[in-house]
C-alpha cells in the first residue's frame, strides 16, 4: 500500500510540471503588457524596463519557467503580486481555503444526496418520485450554474430575505453558494446512482442474498451498493474536477472571495505570479483528488485491493 | 391429510406468470409436485420448462413485476408459504429452504470476502457472536473441501468450481431441511460437475436434507436422486422412482428423452431427436401441451388437460393413453391425493 | 459509398431514435433553434444593439415581449440574435475539438507505444486542469471575440475527444478486417479515414451532441466572467452578466437569456441521451 502511494505521488510531479508549463507559455503569448498594465500609461520606458528585469520578463520563456519552479521548489516562493505586491503564497493561503470549503461542501451534498436519490429511484422505478426526480435532475444538468446562482438569489435573498446573497463566512452565507455549485452534479450523481443500482439490483448475487432470508434494506444498502459504487466513484471523482471549475463561476456570482475569483481577477490584469500560483494549486487539488479516487476505488473493489498489496 | 405430515414440501396446481412485452407468459401452469422428508427429487426438463420459476416460486422469490404466482399453492412443512408473511418467509429462506444457484460465477457478491458471505447466512437464522458465526463460516468451507484458511479471500480469487463450493457452502450453513439445487453444474467443466456432484451426494447423507435437483442431464440425475419429475411446459408430464422412471418410461416426451441420449454402444450417425420445439409460453395449446409433437397424438389429446394417473405404485403419468388402462377418470381431490403418494 | 454503406445502421438508428418522445423533443427544438438563428434578422421584431434610453427597464409588454434591457434595448431581439452566437460557438468549437482531438486521437490508438504515451501524457496534463479554467486563460491570452471565444471552447473540449477517439480506435484496430486492408497494402491514412474512423462513429457523434451543450454553457460562461463576446454583441451569458446587477428590481433582464440557456442545453441532452440509446443501447457514459 505504501508503494502504491508513494509510486502515485511521484506520479504527481510530471502532471504538475506539465500544468505550469503549459500555463508559462500561455501566459508567454498572452497580449498586454504587464509592466505597462501595473504602472500605467505614465511610466517611464526606464522604469517600464526596470520592472521586467525585476520580474524577468525580458528573460526567454525556458528560463522563465526555470526560475518559477526553482523558487517554489527550494524557497517556497511563489513571487509576489504585481497589483498588490504581498507574496502569492499569502494571497493563495487566504483564499484557497476557501474555495476547498466551497467545493468539498458542495461535493458532499452532490454524492450524499444523489445517492440518496438514485438509491430510491433505483428502488422504486417508474414511481412517481422516480419520474418526478429525472425530470429534475434533468434540469439541474441543463441550468448554467451562474442561471441558478442567481435564481435562488432571487428567491431566497431578494424576495424571502431568508439568506444573505454574497459572502462565505457563516452558514447562512454557504448555503446558496453549496447548492448552486452542487447542483449539476448532484443530478449526475443521481442519475448515475440510479443506472448503476438498477444493473446491480438484478444480478444474480442480490438474488442470493435474498435466497438467505436477508432483510430487503440489507440487501440494498450491503450487498447492491457496494458493488453499485464502483462506477459511481469515478463520477464522483470527476464531478469534483468539475467543481473546481464551478467554483470560479460560483465565487463571481456570489461575491466570494476565493481562489477561483482571484485567478480571473489576475488574468484579467496580467498578474502572472498570481495566475501561476492559483492554477499550480488548482492543478494539485486536482492531482489529489484523483489519488483520493483510486483509494476509495481500492476499498471498494477487492479485485484492485488485492493487486495493490 | 396425514400425507402432508410427511410431506415437507407439497405443491399444488402452482400458476406462475409473468408479465412481459410480448404478452403474458405462462411460466408455471398448473404444477402439482411432493417430497418427503430426506428425498431427493430430479425436476428434469428442457430450457424454459419453468424449472427455476417453480425453484424460485418455492422461494417465494419470483420477481415482482413482472412475475406472479396467479394461483395454487405451496405447503412447506404442512404450511402454506404463500399465506405467510414477509417477515416470516425471510426465517424460513436460508433457514430451512436453501438454493444453490446456477452459475457460481455471479452468485456470490463480488465485494465481499467468503468468510462474511457464509456467515451471513448464519448470523440470519442462528442466535450467534460474529467471531462464532465467522468460525462457523470456516469450519463449513472446511467440510466443502476448502482450505478454511481462504475465508478472507473474495470471489475473485477463486475459480468457478470452489466458487461452487463456497455457493454450496453457504446454502447447507444453517441446515436446511431442504435444499434447491438449480443446475448446480451446469456452468462447470465436467471434471469438475463429477467433483461437485459427489460433495453434493456426501454432504446430502451427512445432512439428511430433502432435495430437489434441477438438471436437463438424465444422467446427473441418475447418479443423486430417489425419484424424477419430467416437467414440460410449466408441468409435469412424469413423476416416478428414479428405477422405474429410468427402466420404464411412461410418457411419449420422457421416452424422447431418454431416446435422444446418444448410445454409446452403438454406429450411429443421426442423433434421435423429439420433432418441433417447446410451445410458445405465451400461447400454450390446448389440451396436453405435448400434443404438437407427440406421435402418438390423438383428437382426445387437443380437449382438457390430462390428469396424473398411477401407472403402477408410486410412477404417475399425465398422458391420455393412461387414461384408459390406469385409474380411468378420477375426481381432482383422488387424482391429487394419487398423484402425491 | 461510404454513405452507402452506413446507410442501413443509420436508419436502424433513426427508427430507434424516433421511439424517443424526448429525443425527438430535443430534435424539435434543435431544429427552431437553428431556424431562429439562420432568420434572426427576419425574426427579431428590433435590431440588437439600438439603444433607447427613454424606454429602458421596460417590464415585457405588447411592445417588448420580454422587456427591454438597462440600454433600452429589446430583449425578444437580443436573445433571438444571441442564438446565433452561441450555436455557432457551440457547434464550431465541438468541430474544432473532433477534428484536433479526434485526429490526436486516433493516431495514439493506431500507432500505440512511444507515439500513444506522449499524446496521452499530454491530454492529461490538459485534462487535470478543469476545463473552465483552462478555456479562461486561452481565452485571455488570444483576447475577447467571437472567433476566440470558439477557439478557447473547442482547445478545452479536444482531450476528451481524444480519448475517446483513441478509445474507440484502440476496440478496432485488432480486428481482422484491419489486417487485410494491411495485407492488401493500403496506407496507414487510408486505413484510418476509410476503415476505422466509420467504424467509431458512434461514440463520435453520441460526444458531439453532448460536447456542444457544454460547449455553449462554457462559452456563456466565459461571456459571463467577461472574457467572451464583448457587448453590445448579445450573448446569453454575457446578457445575464449584463443583467445580474438589476436583479432586484428587473429579474425579467435575468430570467429570459438564462432560460434561453437553458432549453438549448435541455434539448441537445435529450437528442444526446436519445442517440446514445438508439445507437448503442449497451453504451455508458
Known amino acids: 500500500m505504501t508503494r502504491f502511494l508513494l509510486r502515485r505521488i511521484l506520479a504527481m510531479i510530471p502532471v504538475c510540471l506539465g500544468v505550469t508549463f503549459l500555463l508559462f507559455s500561455l501566459l508567454y503569448v498572452t497580449p498586454g503588457d504587464p509592466a505597462r498594465l501595473v504602472l500605467g500609461e505614465e511610466a517611464t520606458e526606464e522604469s517600464l524596463q526596470e520592472f521586467r528585469r525585476e520580474h524577468y520578463l525580458d528573460r526567454p520563456l525556458l528560463t522563465r519557467y526555470g526560475l518559477f519552479i526553482y523558487n517554489t521548489v527550494v524557497h517556497q516562493d511563489m513571487g509576489r503580486s504585481y497589483m498588490t505586491r504581498r507574496p502569492v503564497t499569502g494571497e493563495i493561503a487566504n483564499t484557497f481555503p476557501v474555495t476547498l470549503n466551497l467545493a468539498s461542501g458542495s461535493i458532499v451534498l452532490a454524492t450524499v444526496m444523489g445517492l440518496a436519490f438514485g438509491i430510491i429511484c433505483a428502488v422504486k422505478q417508474y414511481s412517481i418520485f422516480d419520474n418526478i426526480t429525472m425530470v429534475i435532475a434533468m434540469l439541474g444538468i441543463s441550468t448554467p450554474l451562474f442561471y441558478l446562482g442567481i435564481l435562488l438569489i432571487l428567491w431566497f435573498s431578494v424576495q424571502l430575505q431568508w439568506v444573505p446573497s454574497s459572502g462565505f463566512d457563516s452558514l447562512s452565507q454557504r448555503l446558496l453558494p453549496w447548492i448552486t455549485l452542487s447542483a449539476t452534479s448532484m443530478s449526475i450523481i443521481t442519475r448515475m446512482t440510479r443506472s448503476s443500482m438498477l444493473e446491480v439490483i438484478r444480478s444474480d448475487y442480490v438474488r442470493t442474498a435474498r435466497a438467505k432470508g436477508q432483510t430487503e434494506r440489507v440487501v440494498i444498502l450491503k450487498h447492491a451498493l457496494r458493488n453499485a459504487l464502483i462506477p459511481i466513484i469515478t463520477i464522483v471523482g470527476i464531478q469534483f474536477g468539475h467543481l473546481l471549475g464551478g467554483a470560479i463561476l460560483t465565487e463571481s456570482v456570489f461575491s466570494i472571495p476565493g481562489m477561483g475569483r482571484l485567478a480571473v481577477d489576475a488574468i484579467k490584469a496580467r498578474d502572472y505570479p498570481i495566475v501561476q500560483g492559483a492554477v499550480l494549486y488548482i492543478a494539485m487539488a486536482y492531482v489529489v483528488i484523483n489519488l483520493l479516487v483510486d483509494l476509495l476505488y481500492a476499498w471498494v473493489d477487492p479485485k484492485l485491493r488485492t493487486q495493490c498489496r | ?341 | 459509398m461510404a454513405l452507402l454503406q452506413k446507410n442501413s445502421n443509420m436508419y436502424l438508428t433513426l427508427v430507434r431514435l424516433r421511439r424517443n418522445r424526448l429525443a425527438i423533443l430535443g430534435l424539435l427544438i434543435m431544429g427552431a433553434l437553428i431556424l431562429i438563428a439562420i432568420f434572426a434578422p427576419w425574426l427579431a421584431p428590433y435590431d440588437f444593439a439600438t439603444q433607447d434610453l427613454i424606454s429602458a427597464f421596460e417590464t415585457p409588454s405588447w411592445e417588448h415581449p420580454l422587456g427591454t434591457d438597462d440600454f433600452g434595448r429589446d430583449i425578444l431581439s437580443r436573445i433571438i440574435y444571441g442564438a446565433r452566437v452561441s450555436l455557432q460557438v457551440g457547434v464550431l468549437a465541438v468541430f474544432i475539438a473532433m477534428v484536433s482531438g479526434g485526429t490526436l486521437g486516433a493516431i495514439a490508438g493506431y500507432y500505440g507505444g512511444r507515439i500513444d504515451g506522449v499524446i496521452m501524457r499530454v491530454m492529461d496534463v490538459l485534462l487535470s486542469i478543469p476545463q473552465i479554467l483552462l478555456a479562461i486563460a486561452i481565452a485571455a491570452a488570444l483576447g475577447p471575440g467571437l472567433l476566440n471565444l470558439t477557439i478557447a471552447v473547442g482547445i478545452a473540449a479536444l482531450p476528451t475527444f481524444a480519448r475517446v477517439v483513441r478509445g474507440a480506435v484502440l476496440s478496432i484496430v485488432g480486428q481482422e478486417y484491419i489486417e487485410a486492408a494491411h495485407c492488401m497494402g493500403a496506407s496507414d491514412a487510408w486505413i484510418i479515414i476509410r476503415h476505422i474512423l466509420p467504424n467509431c462513429s458512434a461514440p463520435i457523434i453520441v460526444q458531439s451532441t453532448l460536447r456542444v451543450a457544454q460547449a455553449i454553457l462554457a462559452a456563456a460562461a466565459l461571456s459571463f466572467l467577461g472574457l467572451g463576446i464583448q457587448p453590445p454583441f448579445p450573448e446569453w451569458g454575457g446578457m445575464l452578466s449584463g443583467a445580474r446587477g438589476y436583479v432586484r428590481d428587473y429579474a425579467y433582464m435575468t430570467i429570459f437569456p438564462g432560460l434561453a440557456i437553458m432549453i438549448t442545453i435541455m434539448a441537445l441532452n435529450f437528442l444526446g441521451d436519445g442517440l446514445r440509446d438508439a445507437m448503442d443501447p449497451k453504451m455508458k457514459r
Open chain 2, 1 to 341: 391429510m396425514d400425507q402432508q405430515r410427511e410431506h415437507i414440501l407439497d405443491i399444488r396446481d402452482l400458476r406462475v406468470q409473468y408479465h412481459t412485452d410480448t404478452g403474458l407468459v405462462k411460466a408455471v401452469e398448473g404444477l402439482n409436485l411432493s417430497l418427503a422428508r430426506g428425498e431427493t427429487l430430479g425436476l428434469v426438463g428442457e430450457t424454459g420448462a419453468g424449472k427455476t420459476t417453480t425453484a424460485l416460486a418455492i422461494m417465494q422469490l419470483i420477481a415482482s413485476p413482472p412475475g406472479r404466482i396467479a394461483g395454487g399453492s405451496i405447503f412447506f412443512e404442512g404450511e402454506d408459504m404463500l399465506a405467510k408473511s414477509e417477515e416470516e418467509k425471510r426465517h424460513i429462506r436460508g433457514g430451512k429452504i436453501a438454493m444453490i444457484f446456477q452459475d457460481p460465477m455471479t452468485s456470490l457478491n463480488p465485494v465481499l470476502s467468503v468468510q462474511e458471505q457464509i456467515a451471513e447466512m448464519i448470523r440470519l437464522h442462528q442466535k450467534v457472536t460474529d467471531k462464532e458465526a465467522l468460525e462457523k463460516a470456516r469450519d463449513m468451507l472446511g467440510l466443502v473441501g476448502l482450505r478454511p484458511e481462504r475465508g478472507p479471500d473474495y470471489p475473485h480469487q477463486f475459480s468457478g468450481g470452489m466458487k461452487q463450493r463456497v455457493v454450496i457452502a453457504i446454502a447447507l450453513a444453517c441446515s436446511p431441511r431442504l435444499l434447491i439445487a438449480d443446475e448446480p453444474t451446469t456452468a462447470l467443466d465436467v471434471t469438475i460437475q463429477a467433483q461437485i456432484l459427489e460433495l453434493m451426494q456426501q454432504l446430502k447423507q451427512h445432512f439428511n436434507t430433502a432435495t430437489i435437483l434441477i438438471s436437463h442431464d438424465l444422467g446427473v440425475v441418475a447418479q443423486l436422486c430417489d425419484s424424477v419429475a419430467i416437467m414440460y411446459a410449466g408441468r409435469i408430464l412424469e413423476k416416478a422412482d428414479a428405477k422405474s422412471l429410468y427402466a420404464n418410461p411412461q410418457h411419449p416426451y420422457t421416452q424422447g428423452l431418454f431416446n435422444s441420449i446418444p448410445d454409446m454402444t452403438k454406429n450411429v450417425t443421426r442423433l434421435n431427436t423429439i420433432a418441433g420445439l417447446p410451445p410458445d409460453p405465451t400461447e400454450l395449446p390446448p389440451g396436453c401441451c405435448f400434443a404438437p409433437r407427440c406421435a402418438h397424438a390423438s383428437g382426445a389429446c387437443s380437449e382438457g388437460s390430462p390428469r396424473m394417473v398411477e401407472y403402477k405404485p408410486g410412477h404417475f403419468v399425465a398422458c391420455s393413453r393412461m387414461n384408459g388402462n390406469g385409474g380411468g377418470a378420477l375426481g381432482p381431490a383422488e387424482e391429487r391425493g394419487q398423484a402425491h403418494g
